[in-house]
């Protein structure tokens, strides 16, 4: 459940009074949100006389839902903003891993050159294999950092697990949390902490509810800056990497006030399908897409077969504009 208290309870007693009840305490355009769960079905005694408005959910997807709040939130990354009404589609563009000042630097310059914002690149890899390449770790994080000073790029990176999560979050501009990380608590509850944009990514084993539970930790915890990404799902097909869901973000533009990214590079692992697939997300109107691309993807030391070269990522964009446009939105 979740309960707006009247202007006239402080937030000290609003404190106090979610503490009484177990419940979650965050103050939203300045007013006092009290969030219990979803169990809870009537405004409980302690909140007698001390409440403006009320919502009563199914389940515990709540700060999430629009049933709570129709409009979709929105999020700002650096000097753009997704969602609300703004109708953007923030392409995200950069390498899987950042591999070298060089290598981040040719990044930097093709997305500067082709008037975008947002670089991507993972310093942090969860990689399957322990014998791969792991990423650069700190040393990735102070080159991203440095890009983001040199050109005026807002970054984003991954965090793996809960031992660097403050590194990530000092470092970038928008956290991402991986497929495979989005379980973590330690990495979940740390996100709720900063107030930094979180872009949690599905696990490929991941139901919606499960991943929209995900969001809802770091949002009850104080941070509503979460966008969702879905990445592509495990299906019976392994002539692709995994499966796009398209369906499931029908389901999540519907049922969720949260931006939504669309990551077709892990979903499909093979550069040959992604401008196409890149052409389907948007065209389904959503917050922004995610590419990877690398100056020679044959040499990447992750994620090799999906990377775009950069004349395939330009040759992209440029495709993407109109697409967006027939559905009312702009490419940013
Ligand atoms: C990535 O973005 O490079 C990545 C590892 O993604 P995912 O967590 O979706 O596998
Ligand atoms: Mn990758």
């Known amino acids: 459940m979740i309960l707006h208290l009247k202007d006239t309870v402080s937030q000290q007693e609003a404190d106090k009074l979610a503490e009484s009840i177990q419940a979650f305490h965050v103050v939203s355009d300045g007013k ?29 997807m709540q700060l999430a839902s629009r049933e709570y709040r129709n409009e979709t939130r929105e999020v700002k990354i650096g000097n753009v903003t997704i969602g609300g009404n703004t109708k953007n589609t923030l392409l995200i563009g950069g390498p899987c891993s950042v ?75 928008v956290i991402q949390i991986g497929a495979k990380a989005m379980y973590d608590q330690g990495i979940l509850r740390a996100c709720a902490k900063t107030q930094k944009p979180v872009l949690i990514k599905r696990g490929f084993g991941t139901t919606l509810q499960e991943f929209v539970q995900a969001a809802e930790f770091v949002l009850s915890g104080g941070n509503e800056n979460v966008i969702l990404c879905e990445r592509g799902i495990r299906t019976f097909e392994t002539g692709t990497r995994f499966t796009l869901d398209l369906c499931g973000v029908a389901w999540l533009k519907h049922y969720t006030n949260l931006p939504i990214i669309l990551d077709p590079s892990h979903a499909m692992g093979y550069a ?7 052409r389907a997300c948007v065209a389904m109107g959503i917050d922004g897409l995610l590419i990877e691309a690398h100056r020679n993807p044959l040499v990447a030391k992750s994620d090799a077969s999906q990377q775009l070269t950069h004349v395939e990522f330009t040759e992209l964009l440029k495709t993407l504009q109109p697409v967006a446009n027939s559905v009312g939105y702009k490419m940013v």
């Not at 006092?32 to 515990?60: R, Y």
């Not at 000042?101 to 008037?115: N, T």
């Not at 914002?117 to 950092?145: D, I, V």
């Open 99 to 173: 591999e070298s000042e060089d290598q981040i630097r040719e990044s930097s310059e093709l997305l500067v050159g082709l008037g975008l914002s947002t670089l991507r690149g993972g310093c942090y890899k969860p990689r399957t294999s322990p014998y791969s390449f792991q990423g650069m770790g700190l040393e990735g994080l102070k080159l991203l950092a440095k890009m983001r000073e040199e050109f005026g790029l807002n970054v984003i990176t991954e965090v793996r697990d809960a031992t660097h999560v403050h590194e990530v979050i000092e470092h970038s501009d």
């Open 32 to 60: 006092s949100v009290v969030i219990t769960g979803s169990g809870v079905k009537e405004v409980p005694a302690e909140l007698h006389g001390k409440v403006d408005e009320s919502w009563v959910f199914k389940n515990d």
């Open 272 to 278: 040959y399908g992604i401008p196409d697939l890149a």
